[in-house]
């Protein structure tokens, strides 16, 4: 029983962890990094305004 | 049901080795599969770990014995309450919670923030991942938690009855809740070393679960002190033990983090400095349990003798190599973005305040390791006596205190003299004529300081609080209520830290009320017979003896008197306990806001025809003003945390 139990946890477990790669997302791609990097910058600079528009 | 948590618990550990793979595997090649499942990973660890958490729970309040940690940790009669709070009572329960704290943090983190921050969550979650395995192998590997057992114990041997009282249901999880949120916050602060991360954008990540951390730690700690005071019988509430050391110095740190943060976020300062203080923490929690499984030795409460000690010890070594020697390589590389700090400014004010909050952390750790590493070295019986600390300590906490009040009234970068010379007239100087007027009227030397080091910080609140209000009252035509409020609302991170620097003020004053100002007296009573503690006199006037299940209880009836009026009627307790064959005494408290009256029922005989007992009476001043300084560290953290209205329709605006 309790065997069972761990197989049917075991099963769903490695499905949710699996699923990214099932869906097709795999790989790096060249836009994601670039896309990541200007959005860090687009982040800081937003941060950075408000810094200075903060009272204190 | 035990079984099931058993194998969701393996299940967890073997997802957590995964994810530690796959997290690696994405931060390395930046693949966003491996990254979404890694954060899945997370989600199944966290959910597997809750699966077997419920399961030891279960085991627990269903009174399980064919469990080694149940028949150990609880009995047939413990209430569901206390027998959840048996889980962390145990070596392996505490270490189990922590984790399963770990993992629920963990998940919600990489939840929060994994579209966000993507080159940063891989590093970090593989960070989390590692510390994750580490715990799950200390209760799956190390020991196992779900051990069976069939020994004679068949009623349990039951929870220490010290353990046995409110405080200690909620001292431990707010200890573990505050120690494994701010493991999420050295993950990312790592991440971010690892990836060169500049600017102010991980710190906006992991600003609340700083505060939420700091917040538990030192509630946690304050909930601890409580227990101490009102169950352990001795009268006061803290005595420099390792194991409260242990939870005092992560909180220290944390709060030196917390500032030093706020001036990375506004000022652009301190960015490695900000590194060290995240990875500091860590490794002080790390040292926390140490202590408490027995690597340091404690006079007052711990696990003794733990199998996990070598392993926490490894694990403190690991990350301080680890951590230290990564800020060492990146350190050339954030030197650039140093610029020099203004000393006579609010960012020097940052500064100085946090390498105190330091130095006091070394004075401490000084204490605790000098006997051991003497020890080592042959030299027998070396202990550190309480009044090392009280002495070193005890005027760097007071300087701490004073220093707050400077931060307000100086301005960033460059104060004007003229401007901090009139800042101080205002605040300074009448904090200086309450301490002269105190000190002369004779109420006492060290109230006197009190009104010194607990007005200036005070005074300087009020003032920019003032300043504040009346500005926008001038300038938005807002009445003083509307614009009062509306000052806080505005600003909530620095009007939270007011709040929670109330709060230090509060428990500054209750510390020194209680040190300095404490009497106390012990008798030995007949029936009918007074003792006199201060102004109170106190009438023994009758023993009633009980004898349940659990426990024979001598419960006392104690008359105490002011001015010859009687004024309350307290019931000290002394109590055997058959399981742990012990005796305790439950003390008796009447708190008004000028001073407990705390009486304790340390011995007698439980012969009906022989009711003499030793009594301890003792005055505490200002004891109250520590619990409701909590009060307001709670709340400070609460308004610092809440969402800012400004920011949260900006994000909405700009979701859309």
Redesign the interface.
């Given at each position: 029983m309790i065997v069972a139990i761990g197989i049917i946890l075991g099963v769903i477990a490695a499905v949710i962890i699996g699923y990214p790669f099932l869906k097709g997302t795999n790989g790096p791609s060249a836009d994601a990094g670039l896309e990541d990097e200007i959005e860090r910058q687009i982040r800081e600079l937003r941060q950075d305004s408000e810094g200075r528009a903060g009272s204190d | 049901m035990a079984?099931?948590g058993h194998?969701?618990l393996?299940?967890a550990y073997?997802?957590t080795i995964?994810?530690v793979f796959?997290s690696a595997m994405a931060a390395r090649?930046?693949?966003?599969?491996?990254a979404?499942?890694a954060r899945?990973?997370l989600?199944?660890i966290a959910t597997?770990y809750t699966?077997s958490l419920v399961a030891i729970a279960y085991a627990f309040i269903t009174k399980d014995f064919s469990l080694k940690i149940v028949s150990e940790h609880a009995s047939k009669d413990l209430t569901a309450l206390y027998s959840f709070s048996a889980i962390y009572s145990s070596k392996a329960g505490s270490v189990f919670f922590w984790g399963w704290l770990i993992a629920l943090f963990a998940a919600v983190f990489a939840l929060q923030k994994h579209d966000t921050y993507?080159?940063i969550m891989p590093w970090a979650v593989s960070i989390m991942s590692v510390i994750l395995a580490f715990f799950l192998a200390l209760v799956v590997l190390v020991t196992n938690i779900f051990e069976k057992y069939s020994g004679p114990h068949l009623h349990g041997l039951g929870m220490n009855p010290l353990l046995q009282n409110f405080g200690m249901i909620i001292h431990p999880p707010l200890q573990y809740i505050g120690f494994a949120a701010f493991t999420v916050v050295f993950a990312f602060a790592i991440g971010t070393l690892i990836v060169r991360g500049?600017?102010?954008?991980w710190i906006?990540a992991i600003r609340r679960w700083t505060l939420f951390a700091w917040c538990t730690l030192g509630i946690g700690n304050l909930v601890g002190m409580w227990w101490s005071y009102n169950e352990l019988g001795w009268g006061g509430y803290w005595a420099w033990d390792s194991v409260e050391n242990a939870g005092l110095m992560p909180w220290l740190l944390a709060t030196a983090f917390l500032h030093s943060i706020a001036l990375r976020?506004?000022?652009?300062y301190l960015h490695t400095w900000s590194f060290a203080l995240a990875i500091a923490t860590f490794v002080f929690i790390l040292l926390s349990p140490f202590v408490t499984h027995g690597g340091i030795e404690s006079q007052l409460h711990g696990f003794y003798a733990s199998s996990y000690v070598p392993y926490i010890l490894s694990a403190i070594l690991i990350t301080l190599a680890g951590s230290v020697g990564l800020l060492c390589i990146r350190y050339g590389y954030f030197e650039k973005e140093e610029k020099p700090l203004p000393l006579i400014s609010r960012e020097g004010a940052f500064l100085i305040s946090n390498i105190v909050f330091v130095a006091l952390v070394l004075v401490i750790v000084s204490g605790m390791v000098y006997p051991e590493i003497a020890g080592r070295l042959g030299e027998n019986d070396v202990t550190i006596e309480r009044s090392y600390y009280d002495w070193a300590c005890g005027p760097i906490m007071l300087f701490i205190v004073f220093f707050m009040g400077f931060g307000p009234l100086l301005g960033w970068r460059k104060s004007s003299w003229n401007l901090t010379v009139r800042n101080l007239l205002y605040t300074l100087v009448p904090a200086a004529v309450a301490a002269i007027a105190i000190l002369i009227s004779g109420i006492g030397n060290w109230y006197s300081i009190a009104a010194l080091v607990c007005g200036f910080p005070l005074f300087a609140m009020c003032l920019e609080l003032i300043r504040g209000t009346m500005s926008r009252h001038r300038i938005r035509s807002e009445n003083y209520f509307q614009a009062f409020f509306a000052l806080i609302g505005?600003?909530r991170?620095?009007y939270g830290g007011f709040v929670a620097h109330t709060g230090i003020i509060l428990i500054t004053l209750g510390i020194i009320g209680s040190s300095f100002y404490a009497i106390e007296t012990t008798a030995a009573l007949n029936i009918g017979n007074s003792i006199s503690a201060g102004e109170y006199e106190l009438t023994y006037d009758s023993l009633i003896l009980e004898e349940t299940d659990l426990k024979r209880s001598a419960i006392g009836t104690v008359s105490l008197y002011k001015g010859g009026n009687a004024i309350a009627t307290m019931h000290p307790e002394f109590n055997y306990w058959f399981a742990a064959h012990d005796s305790f005494a439950e003390s008796a408290v009447r708190t008004t806001p000028a001073e407990d009256v705390f009486v304790s029922l340390l011995w007698t005989s439980y012969d009906p025809n022989d009711k003499s007992a030793l009594f301890r009476v003792l005055v505490n001043p200002l004891v109250v003003w520590m619990w409701i300084g909590g009060g307001f560290l709670l709340l400070g953290g609460m308004i610092s945390f809440w969402p800012d209205r400004k920011r949260k329709l900006k994000t909405e605006v700009d979701g859309k």
């Open positions: - | 079984d099931f194998v969701a393996i299940l073997i997802a995964y994810t796959a090649s930046g693949s966003r599969a491996f979404t499942s899945n990973g989600l199944v597997l699966l993507r080159q500049r600017g102010t954008e906006t976020r506004k000022r652009n505005n600003n991170p620095r």
